[in-house]
């Protein structure tokens, strides 16, 4: 099975740590770097990543480095790096602090990394994706956001445990930001074929639906510090999986639209196949009235947040 040479993780912390875990033991790469700027953090999680290789079995070279330009010559270049939205924090304030972090990030890509394929992760992951595609001037094919796959997996699972079935029997996909304004399609969501619509009453898939929006909330009030990586770091593995073998699979992602569900300029989470170039396509699916009013309202948040981020110094 042919592999990638190198794969860069920027940020060394509970995301990045996790998914560089993950990575390495899927031996996607020959190499795989872990920078952060915190001096021994991304070093000592590669060598204890990497003293894990006789036991798993794995062949990948992991190291840690401090320095952006070590993300030189990476086939995939994955941005975890940023703060979390904290109590007393505003949308502006997390977009400037995130934006000066990506687009520094974005610009040692774009010097050291210029044929890489970006896998943004930093929220607010859409509005994050737009800054990375701005400043490196990437094709859309070669920047993706993590955000549609997460929630369609966490959507997934909830319809599976509420029906007593197994996850990988239910199809889902959710579109839109990742937040409030996401748009889990339920026209579109089956259990081995059969319409969710079919299997559950209204108001038990309303309080799917609402529980999924609340996802990671959920998770932070448990935890009261941090927030969710291990389901990030697995869908990120997924999306990478998915380019780096080639495999067409059809996930919900965030890219930027071209006219596709009405919308242009901006990245939103929508069903796209994911190959060897990155992006290989979006996928159009009809939504009902509703689905697609919902979809509307989450890219105008999107918006909203772009047009913010245009205004910060």
């Not at 006789?54 to 703060?83: C, H």
């Not at 927030?227 to 080639?246: C, D, G, H, V």
Request: charged share 20%; aromatic share 4%; proline share 5%.
């Amino acid at each position: 099975m042919s592999r990638w040479s190198k794969i860069a993780v920027v940020g060394a912390g509970a995301i990045g740590g996790s998914l560089a875990q993950r990575l390495a033991e899927s031996d996607l790469a020959d190499e795989l770097v872990i920078v952060d700027i915190v001096e021994g953090l991304p070093q000592g999680k590669a060598l204890d990543i990497e003293e894990s290789a006789p036991i798993i079995n794995f062949t990948t070279r992991v190291r840690g480095s401090t320095q952006l330009e070590d993300v030189s010559g990476a086939n995939l270049v994955v941005l975890t790096a940023g703060f979390a939205r904290k109590p007393g924090m505003s949308r502006s304030d997390l977009l400037g602090k995130n934006a000066g972090i990506i687009r520094a990030h974005a610009e040692a890509i774009k010097k050291y990394a210029p044929k890489s394929i970006v896998l943004v992760v930093t929220n607010p992951v859409d509005v994050m994706a737009h800054l990375v595609k701005q400043v490196t001037e990437f094709p859309r094919e070669r920047v993706i956001a993590e955000s549609g796959t997460l929630d369609s997996a966490r959507f997934r699972l909830f319809v599976a445990r509420e029906l007593n079935v197994s996850p990988s029997d239910v199809v889902a996909f959710v579109l839109g930001t990742h937040g409030d304004t996401m748009v889990p399609i339920i026209s579109r969501c089956s259990v081995r074929g059969v319409p969710l619509a079919e299997l559950l009453p209204k108001d038990k898939i309303d309080s799917i639906v609402q529980r999924t929006k609340n996802g990671g909330a959920e998770i932070v009030n448990l935890l009261k510090s941090g927030s969710a990586y291990y389901a990030p770091s697995a869908a990120q593995l997924e999306m990478a999986t998915a380019i780096a073998r080639n495999e067409h699979r059809l996930l919900s992602a965030s890219v930027e639209l071209n006219g596709e569900y009405g919308e242009k300029g901006i990245f939103l989470s929508v069903p796209v196949i994911l190959g060897a170039e990155g992006l290989v396509k979006v996928v159009e699916t009809p939504l009902s009235p509703e689905e697609q009013h919902l979809l509307s309202v989450s890219a105008k948040a999107v918006r909203e947040d772009v047009n913010l981020l245009a205004t910060l110094p």
